[in-house]
Structures are given as C-alpha cells and as structure tokens.
C-alpha cells in the first residue's frame, strides 16, 4: 500500500520524533542533577546544624598559650599597679581638714622648698615665693576645698623638689588649677595672678583615676631640664610630662671658628668643644599629678568556675 505522506511530511514527522527523545533525555539528566543538588545541600544543612550544635574544646597547645598570655598580661598590670601606687604615695589618704591645719602644713611645705633652693643656689623669683598658694597666704580655704589642695600642694613638693635639686638657675612660677574655688573659671578667681594655669582636674568615665594639671615655668641649662624630667620617672607618684615649650637664652649663636678649633690639625691634638647642647633655656613645663582610685590588681575577684578573674 502506497504512503500518502510527502516526503517533507516523513521529514517533518521524524524530527518532531528526534526532538522528543532528546527533549525527554534531557528532562531525565536535569531532573537527576537536581535531586542531586538538593540532597549535596540536605547534607550540608545537616552539617551545619550538627556544627551549631556541638560545642568544641581548643587543644591542648592552645590552652597553653593562653594561659601563658593571661600570665604575661597579669605580670605587667601588677607592675604597672605597683607603679600607680607604690610604696610613699600618699594620694589615696589626703582628707579634707581644718583650714588652719592646712594652712599651717602648707607653711611648712613653703619654707622645707625655700630652704633647699637656698641650698642649691636657686633663684626664687618673687612669682614663684609661695609656689601656687599665694591666695591662701591671707586667706583660708574652705574646708570641702582642703582636700584638693592637699592632693595639688603634693604634686607641687614632688615636682618642684626635682627641680630644684636639678640644679635650675631661677624658679619663675608655679601654676596649678583653681579648681577648689566653686566652678570659678581658670584664672578668674581674686588672687590668681601669675599661679592660675587655664585648666581644668578631670577624671576620665571609668573613675579610675584623677588628673591634677600642673605648671613649672623656670631657666636653667639644658642638663638641669633633662635631670628634672628624668626625676619625675622615678618618683612614687606618678607625674606625666604633658607638654615642654623652650627658648634658648643664648644672645648669639655659636661661631664657626668654635667648630673650626674643635678638628685636630697637624702637631696639635684633637680637643672637644661643646659648641650646642648646653645653652642656658627658659622652659615652660606642664605636669599631669595622675592620682590612680582603681581597684588593686592582685585583688581582682573570684570568678563563678573558682579561678581568678572578673565575675560574670
């Protein structure tokens, strides 16, 4: 029996046939790659809940080094500790006290100053004759005012003891804050003068500690400056150079011949000449007394798993 089928018909039909095989292969290997995808991604799901779940321990190399690390961090806060309150500060006991009896201390601390910087051939300008406190020559602090005063009038002996033991030529002024005058701005309270430095006692948040800015202004060689700023290091208190402004008194500058003498020449032996670095200087030093109220570091408190530390 004869087709009535055209051969464009055949082709046609043979290729609608061809299409639909590959389209269904393809539909099969799609789907199969899917189901893969989706159980490739069940699994890690489950790895991942499994990982949230389960509570790893470091080894015990790690363990190690942390513990060697709180040890070494332990050893420099008790250092610094040691340092913030060593052994002579008496920040921590200064109370607020009768006026007279201040008054009476203060004089006394006047006139142990006075009488070193006769020793050492110091200069006390009439500036710097009542070191910060000439306000309260004819008058009486209140007594909630003492207590500042107290702390400020430490700080000066420290400083102005390593000044002069430095060996300075002239003491010009010592300046501290007139923070003991209710709220008064820096230098507007009556009797400033020359003493009142325009700043202000702070204490950082935290409470842990208190500033008391402080002011040495004075002339001397440029020995004298580095031996009262090595000084301050090494006081029991803690005395922070904040800032030195200086200006050298030479009148001239040193000649070239002073360097030309200095190198050796034929027949002549080799000589040294300090042409700088020895100059007479007025400087301008401020201060910071740091009078540390933290908590000790070795009294830290017991943690809830019984070891040292903060508690949580």
Known sequence: ????????????LIGFVVIGL?????????????????????????????????????????????????????????VLQQRLLAP????AQVAEKNPVVFKQELADQIHALTDLAAKNNVQIEPTAVDFGFAIYQNNNPSEAATRILGKQ????????????????SSLIAVR????????????????????????????????????YPLEFEFNGSELALRNFLSALTVSPYVLVTRSVTLNSLRATPPHLDDVVHAIPAEGRKPSFVMVMGDDEVHARVRVDLIDWTGGSAAAAAPAKDGKTGTKR
């Open 176 to 211: 501290r804050s007139f923070d003991e005058r209710s709220g008064a701005a820096p230098a507007a309270a009556p009797g400033a003068g020359n003493e009142a430095l325009r700043a202000r006692i702070v204490a950082p948040a935290g409470g842990f500690y208190t500033v």
């Open 22 to 78: 590959l389209g269904g292969v393809g539909l099969w290997l799609l789907s199969g790659k899917v189901d893969a995808a989706q159980d490739a991604l069940h699994q890690k799901e489950s790895e991942l809940k499994k990982l949230a779940g389960d509570r790893y321990f470091p080894g015990q190399a790690n363990t190690d080094a942390l513990q060697k690390n709180n040890q070494a961090l332990q050893a420099a806060l008790d």
């Open 88 to 91: 002579g500060n008496q920040l």
């Open 153 to 168: 009038l430490i700080g000066i002996r420290e400083a102005t003891t390593a000044l002069l033991n430095a060996k300075i």
């Open 1 to 12: 029996m004869k087709s009535s089928l055209t051969r464009l018909q055949w082709t046609a």
